[in-house]
């Protein structure tokens, strides 16, 4: 299975099983995806200034392993479990899932989910999964553009919970950006450790 155009092979296809044909392994990684990422979504790490969740930490490093197509793929796969009343987003329960759920005040994040699996992929498509500083600053990229989404999202157009539309600017900032940068951005130096990790073991094996 080849994760990209320039048909260059991802971290994730090195250690897939031999033997599994091109849709099967393809199929394989989504399905794990997902489940890595529902799993990931109901842990809670204890940190400053809010609990975190490792739901990041997951999209980014199935990202850098997976290239753009298929992390993009596995995403949009999640989302639909999610839209079909799974419980496999963080306020699910005692939130509903389906698709009421995407216009309450996280829907912005997770279409940032998809920008992330798209930004990210796609320099790893370009070699970037295999350098820190590249892949951090992909990351980054990412980061910026599912913020810019959740927070616009929050800001003005989400349904909440007293019938109201939007927070407005500077309790969407407050509630919904500011307390999480230094968790993600942890989250994004521990993905952008562990991909090149990784890949260096791979190739000491070969």
Do not use: C, H
Not at 19 to 45: C, M
Request: no cysteine.
């Amino acid at each position: 299975m080849q994760t990209n155009g320039s048909n260059r092979v991802g971290l994730a296809e090195s250690l897939a099983p031999a033997g599994l044909g091109r849709a099967a392994t393809a199929i394989l990684f989504v399905l794990a995806g997902t489940a890595v990422i529902a799993i990931s979504a109901k842990v809670k790490v204890p940190f400053y200034p809010v609990p975190m969740t490792l739901q990041t930490l997951a999209i980014m490093a199935i990202a850098a392993s997976y290239g753009s197509r298929l992390a993009v793929a596995t995403v949009l796969a999640y989302l639909a479990e999610g839209a079909l009343g799974l419980p496999v987003f963080t306020n699910t329960p005692p939130a509903v899932a389906g698709p009421a759920y995407f216009l309450g005040p996280t829907g912005g994040f997770l279409l940032g989910f998809v920008a992330v699996a798209a930004i990210v992929g796609y320099a790893a498509d370009r070699g970037w999964d295999r350098s820190i500083p590249k892949l951090f600053a992909a990351m980054f990229a990412g980061e910026a553009v599912m913020m810019a989404l959740g927070f616009a999202w929050l800001a003005w157009f989400a349904t909440l919970s007293s019938g109201a539309t939007g927070l407005g600017v500077d309790k969407a900032f407050a509630g919904g950006v500011a307390p999480f940068v230094l968790g993600d951005l942890l989250k994004m130096a521990l993905a952008a450790l562990a991909v090149p990790a990784i890949w260096t073991l791979v190739e000491r094996k070969r």
